[in-house]
């Protein structure tokens, strides 16, 4: 019998004005949303998700790893709707990383992580941190294909580009990941905003230090910002004890802290004893759930004003202009915001991905927050093209629309086909046929009498019979690229 202690934090940060990440911590399923798409369709995204997830995961007849898969997939379809109901919400998604106590084909429990995006699971077990899930990311991929180091991906001009989210598509892939538990295991589920900040050597360290898991979340936060805070920040820290550490069952009331006890199979190795609790907290949930959402943090306190009645002194014509101009900065703002998003997904572009030709919607490196996102990966590779259009693909040829795009591609493979059919034979290796004037020899027609045997005259070398072979280079064509109209 195990049972499993859950600590959360969450924070806007110093850079955005609004936090578009959204955790969850229920009965034995906690996850972690980074909403994007804007200024409130992040939100929506990201809360959508979260609800989704939670309401198809109890409504499951099994906890299995495979319903956990079919929740996820079901919030991406609620995502997805949402975003084609209302025009202002197009092309909204969020990331996800779940963590969930599923049940076994043998009736014992595990747990299982389900990952679509940036956001990240990390395990830490015996002193270790592992990272769990892998980035569905574009400058994960260059890392993949060893373009760039781990060091590079940081300061990329495209870090932020994804090429899998959730609720961008009606049907999506999912990472799921099958766990091994160990008593006195520590997972950690967070937003790509910890990771941007902070590295795994300090994550470990605030790990191993704080026994605590809702005190080692807060510091995780408080790190984060005070490295830069540039994102949202979310940390959701899981133990996994067993039954008779820190004296028995906990119990406590709603907060960022809870506990409850888990059926989970899982035998001890030797060297993971189990990590020792704080104090056991006096209380009780009435709904027996075994968390639930974390408090907000506390604000900074604001000084009191000097004089407190000092508005209501003012005018109520100043009170009605000052609304007037604020409302007019932001429509002004708002229409900036709506135009700056049409401008960064109304193209496409043609580049190179994994290796393969690829067309991603939005525009090369992105604009602001508004990252581009993969349209769809064909299946040829850099050497279906000419050698020259490398740079080309290698920095995006935008394109208007997406057929267009396509057109392109066909264009530049049609091209390559082309010039490797201009080639000659003999510069393809085939042997050349020698020319003969004797090799066409005139036969005389039957009946006909044969002409007098005649002396063969010396050939002539007069240069103006000698015709020029041409060069593989003087013969080759190439076909100007270019946008179909």
């Known amino acids: 019998m195990s049972k499993l202690l859950v600590g959360s934090a969450t924070d806007v940060g110093l850079v955005r004005s609004n936090n578009q990440d959204q955790l969850l911590v229920a009965d034995g399923l906690y996850a972690v949303a980074d909403g994007m798409g804007g200024h409130a369709a992040g939100e929506v995204a990201s809360a959508t998700a979260v609800r989704a997830l939670e309401a198809a995961f109890e409504a499951s007849d099994e906890r299995s790893a495979d319903a956990l898969r079919n929740a996820v997939m079901a919030a991406n379809r609620a995502v997805w709707e949402q975003a084609q109901a209302h025009r202002g919400m197009h092309g909204m998604g969020t990331t996800l990383v779940a963590l969930a106590v599923v049940e076994r084909q043998d009736s014992t429990r595990a747990l299982a992580i389900a990952h679509i995006g940036d956001s990240r699971a990390y395990l830490y077990r015996q002193g270790e941190l592992t990272q769990l899930t892998v980035d569905h990311s574009y400058v994960q991929e260059l890392i993949d294909d060893g373009q760039i180091s781990q060091a590079q991906a940081a300061v990329h001009p495209q870090r932020h580009v994804l090429t899998r989210a959730l609720g961008v598509e009606p049907v999506v892939d999912v990472d799921l990941i099958p766990l091994e538990p160990r008593h006195g295991d520590r997972y950690l589920l967070c937003s790509d905003g910890l990771p941007r900040e902070v590295s795994d050597e300090e994550i470990a360290g605030v790990l191993g230090s704080e026994q605590d898991p809702s005190t080692a979340a807060n510091k995780l936060v408080e790190l984060a910002i005070s490295h830069g805070g540039s994102d949202n920040i979310t940390v959701v820290v899981v133990d996994l004890l067993a039954n008779g550490a820190g004296g028995g069952v906990i119990t406590m009331p709603a907060s960022s802290r809870t506990a409850a006890t888990l059926p ?105 927050w508004f990252g581009p996102t993969l349209a769809e990966r064909t299946p040829y590779t850099a050497s279906s093209v000419l050698p020259y259009r490398m740079v080309q693909l290698r920095s995006g040829q935008v394109e208007p629309s997406l057929s267009q795009a396509r057109t392109f591609i066909r264009n530049l493979i049609a091209e390559k086909v082309e010039a490797d059919n201009a080639v000659p034979a003999s510069a393809r290796g085939a042997p050349r046929r020698a020319r003969s004037s004797s090799s066409k020899a005139k036969v005389p027609k039957q009946g006909a009498k044969a002409a007098p045997p005649t002396t063969a005259a010396p050939p002539k070398t007069s240069a103006s019979r000698v015709k020029p072979v041409a060069t593989s280079a003087s013969t080759t064509t190439t076909k100007q690229g270019g946008t179909a109209p």
């Open 264 to 368: 989970l199979n899982i035998e001890d190795k030797e060297g993971s004893g189990d990590r020792a609790t704080g104090p056991p907290l006096a209380g009780h949930q009435p709904s027996g759930a075994l968390a639930v959402a974390a408090p907000p943090r506390p604000r900074r306190p604001r000084p009191a004003s000097a004089h407190p009645y000092e508005l209501r002194q003012r005018p109520t014509l100043f009170t009605w202009r000052l609304a007037s101009f604020v409302a007019a900065i932001c429509v002004l703002v708002g229409g900036c915001i709506g135009a700056l998003a049409w401008y960064a997904r109304s193209t496409y572009f043609v580049t190179i991905s994994r290796g393969k030709i690829a067309i991603f919607q939005g525009r090369p490196g992105g604009v602001l």
